[in-house]
């Protein structure tokens, strides 16, 4: 039996080890200020989390990006279910809820961007009816204080 709901500001101690499995290593203290900032801005961020008999299960956090160049869409921050609980359907419940509430919001369209590597994830989206629109390199360039 699996429950969403909004992820709340004492989850990031539970998040945590979930952050991890998507390969972002975090402390529930690294966490915290990170999901303060997100939940403060609820009219462009949502965080979903599933919960089980276990405790929470996987997440998901979508945000809408405004853009000069076209008009704002839901981009996929990131979704990560727990390796012990894959393949139940929870990545899609918790997909589909991002997906209504980007309806509400009045978002026609939504994207993720996925490392090469996650072959087995590019297969669960195209399987929830997401192509792949193009490839890109990200660049990145550290900025001394
Ligand atoms: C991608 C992910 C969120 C899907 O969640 P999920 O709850 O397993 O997904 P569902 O049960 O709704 O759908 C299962 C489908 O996901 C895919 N899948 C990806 N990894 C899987 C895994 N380890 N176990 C089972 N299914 C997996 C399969 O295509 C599967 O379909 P199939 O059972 O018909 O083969 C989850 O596998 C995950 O957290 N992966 C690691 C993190 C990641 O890559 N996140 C995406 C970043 S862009």
Redesign the pocket.
């Known amino acids: 039996m699996v429950n969403l709901r909004p992820a709340r500001p004492d989850d990031s101690a539970a998040l945590a080890p979930l952050c991890s ?2 390969g972002y290593p975090a402390s529930a203290e690294q966490l915290a200020p990170r999901l303060a900032a997100l939940l403060s801005q609820p009219a462009t961020h949502v965080l979903l989390v599933a919960e089980n008999a276990s405790g929470l299960c ?1 997440w998901i956090h979508g945000y809408i990006r405004p853009l000069l160049e076209s008009d704002p869409a839901l981009e ?1 921050g ?4 727990a ?1 012990r ?9 918790l997909l589909t809820a991002t997906e209504t509430w980007a309806r509400q919001q009045g978002v026609a369209q939504i994207t ?4 090469e590597h ?1 072959t ?2 590019h ?2 989206y195209q ?1 929830q009816g997401y192509q792949v629109a193009k490839r890109q390199l990200c660049l990145r360039k550290a900025l001394a204080a």
């Open positions: 499995e998507l996987g996929i990131g979704l990560v279910v390796e609980v894959r393949g139940q359907g929870i990545g899609a419940l993720v961007r996925s490392q996650r087995a994830a297969r669960f399987r």
